[in-house]
């Protein structure tokens, strides 16, 4: 089993949004970097990276702090927030040079985008699905679909994607 520690990043800081909220915000960390050392002393081999910002805007952001926190730990990093087009998807697999892309409300919303992701990144995709009692959430749990969590990751395995996690709130999922 790999567990993927995970840092939310907004405005420099690590934080916690309480159930995708930008107006209940938890600091835990001010040097991300720091953070991600600690994840890596403790045995971590990857880090979970979110942009909060870009998640926001579409706009990726916080680069630096991404490049800084590859030297500085030597961690693989997965990273999601705001990928919604190849350009930025392509800019943080070759530019940034993260190991994977998370497509999360994306996935769910325009499946064409989730599609061609996997046809030509399959490896370097990973499916994240918000899930809250059996369904999949969007837009960090802000918003609700009737698509079945389950279903949902059996067609993205379908569509090519190898790698698939789930955050879970309220219930069972899969």
Not at 38 to 66: C, D, M, N, Y
Not at 69 to 79: A, D, F, K, N, P
Not at 121 to 133: E, F, G, Q, S
Not at 151 to 174: D, N
Request: hydrophobic fraction near 45%; aromatic fraction near 6%; proline fraction near 3%.
């Amino acid at each position: 089993m790999v567990i993927y520690p995970a840092i939310d990043l907004l405005d420099g800081p690590c934080v916690r949004l309480r159930q995708g909220r930008y107006d209940d915000v938890t600091v835990y960390g001010e040097d991300p970097a720091a953070v991600a050392l600690r994840f890596k002393k403790a045995g971590a081999a990857w880090l979970h990276v979110v942009g909060l910002e870009a998640a926001r805007t579409g706009i990726p952001s916080q680069t630096g702090v991404i490049e800084k926190i590859r030297r500085e730990s030597g961690l693989l990093i997965q990273m999601g927030g705001g990928v919604r087009t190849f350009q930025t998807l392509a800019f943080l697999l070759n530019e940034i040079g993260v190991e994977r892309v998370v497509l999360g409300t994306i996935a769910l919303m325009a499946p064409s985008f989730a599609r061609q992701a996997l046809a030509r990144y399959a490896d370097r995709i990973v499916i994240a699905i918000d899930a809250r009692d059996g369904r999949v959430a969007a837009d960090g749990w802000t918003k609700e679909s009737d698509t079945d969590a389950l279903s949902f990751a059996l067609a993205m395995k379908k569509e090519g994607a190898q790698t698939v996690f789930t955050r879970i709130s309220g219930g069972t999922a899969c």
